[in-house]
């Protein structure tokens, strides 16, 4: 199975404030017959199921503020959030779906300091 | 509006069965394969189950596989999760999720507690 890392466990910023979370993947994620990385970011709100952010590690999903990008290749990958606002305290995930079983990162909590 | 609407979540002896389902709507369900993600508290999403849209294909993870089974009747936009000799550790939020890409949707989840 491949082992999904992120850092930190959780991060607490001011309102504005730029928020990165990173996600490491234990062997590489890029298929390069399409050049795609298989890899998405989920945010999920207390008593919510997660909602996905952002798939193919950097495409937006439908309705996602742009304050949300993705970046990386291969095995590592980050998660911005460009300006911290109050809806975004959450929890973050990163999941590979290039290999059965597709399988999510430990989590890292965005908090308002 | 697309929508997955899940049930059958109860509190469960442990060796007991259970039986999940869910109702899509608003997509053509026929279309997309379906998942089960599962969510035990305080923890992070760990899939469980897989199928293909024509019903074949079904996958599980190690933990539930042999006491697991994934189905779907399309004529009835519904996905179903066979549950048996159920553990404590099983305990969790089931979410139904639609595969599309990545996990595109989710259903807001049954509670399943395993527990004597």
């Known amino acids: 199975d491949i082992v999904m890392t992120q850092s930190p466990d959780s991060l607490a910023l001011s309102l504005g404030e730029r928020a990165t979370i990173n996600c490491k993947s234990s062997?590489?994620?890029?298929?390069?017959?399409?050049?795609?990385?298989?890899l998405a970011w989920y945010q999920q709100k207390p008593g919510q199921p997660p909602e996905m952010l952002l798939y193919w590690a950097s495409t937006r999903g439908s309705g996602v503020p742009d304050r949300f990008s993705g970046s990386g290749s291969g095995t590592d990958f980050t998660l911005t959030i460009s300006s911290l606002q109050v809806e975004d305290v959450a929890v973050y995930y990163c999941?590979?779906?290039?290999?059965?079983?597709?399988?999510f990162g430990q989590g890292t909590r965005v908090e308002i300091k | 509006e697309v929508q997955l609407v899940e049930s059958g979540g109860d509190l469960v002896q442990p060796g007991g069965s259970l039986r999940l389902s869910c109702v899509a709507s608003?997509?053509?369900?026929?279309?997309?394969?379906m998942n089960w993600v599962r969510q035990a508290p305080g923890k992070g999403p760990v899939w469980v189950s897989r199928?293909?849209?024509?019903?074949?294909?079904?996958t599980y993870a190690d933990s539930v596989k042999g006491r697991f089974t994934i189905s779907r009747d399309n004529a009835k936009n519904t996905l179903n999760l066979q549950m048996s000799s159920l553990r404590a550790e099983d305990t969790a939020m089931y979410f139904c999720?639609?595969?599309?890409?990545?996990?595109?949707?989710w259903g807001r989840g049954t509670m399943v507690t395993v527990s004597s």
């Open positions: 199928i293909k849209s024509d019903g074949g294909g079904a």
């Open positions: 999941q590979q779906f290039y290999s059965t079983p597709p399988t």
């Open positions: 999720v639609r595969d599309n890409v990545a996990f595109d949707i």
């Open positions: 062997q590489s994620v890029f298929y390069s017959s399409n050049s795609k990385n298989y």
């Open positions: 608003g997509f053509s369900f026929s279309s997309y394969w």
